[in-house]
């Protein structure tokens, strides 16, 4: 006899072949390749068999079954700036397919810009002139499951732009011989940072947006 759970004593694989006995078609036609089955996820370890609904099925409640192993993503998901999965605006499946995918890390569409420009469609472009870290991946500049910076910053600018972009030259470093008489910070620095000029980071279609100022 067959005994499901994460705690059973029948191995992950022969409870998973019972399940997926009927539904190998639908959900699971990934699963064989995927980074659950790899690990000898059992189906029962997610889902509540013989319930009236199932938590992970349902977006308020699946975050609590996900991030049961995910507790790295957890952290994140309770920093000041997250996806609203905690307050059940989506689920952890609007972005991954626990069931396998030929995405990277299980994600719902082929790449990241996919998964992220299916719901951010005004960052999707083509753009006239285009920000180059864009279009090659979003996690260059934002860290998809929270971040204490705004925006899911991965660093607050302009610190963040100048992983790439050097200072010198340009008034973006506090204290400079192009700041303000005294030696005060450069005004360039003040709130938004790079943003206060370069406004339109993710790219521009103003004829005159070469530096992404309009």
């Not at 090659?136 to 971040?147: F, Q, T």
């Not at 302009?158 to 011989?177: D, V, Y």
């Not at 450069?186 to 005159?208: E, F, K, M, R, T």
Request: net charge neutral; with cysteine; charged share 10%.
């Amino acid at each position: 006899m067959v005994d499901f759970g994460s705690k059973a004593l029948t191995p992950a694989p022969r409870q998973n072949a019972q399940c997926l006995g009927c539904h190998q078609l639908n959900t699971a036609h990934d699963w064989a390749t995927s980074a659950h089955a790899a690990s000898n996820v059992a189906c029962a370890s997610c889902h509540t068999l013989h319930a009236a609904k199932d938590p992970v099925l349902t977006a308020a409640t699946q975050i609590d079954v996900c991030t049961g192993c995910h507790q790295a993503q957890r952290t994140d998901l309770f920093k000041p700036s997250h996806h609203p999965l905690r307050e059940g605006k989506m689920a952890c499946t609007s972005c991954h397919s626990p069931h396998g995918s030929t995405g990277p890390a299980q994600l719902v569409k082929s790449t990241v810009n996919e998964t992220c420009t299916s719901c951010h469609t005004e960052f999707r472009g083509p753009f006239l002139w285009e920000h180059q870290p864009v279009p090659e991946n979003c996690d260059n500049c934002h860290a998809p499951h929270g971040s204490a910076q705004p925006a899911l910053l991965t660093i607050r600018p302009p610190f963040l732009c100048q992983t790439c972009h050097e200072g010198a030259g340009h008034p973006s470093i506090a204290n400079t011989p192009q700041g303000l008489p005294g030696g005060m910070p450069s005004a360039y620095l003040l709130s938004g940072g790079c943003i206060n000029c370069h406004s339109q980071v993710h790219g521009s279609n103003h004829p005159s947006g070469r530096a992404l100022m309009r």
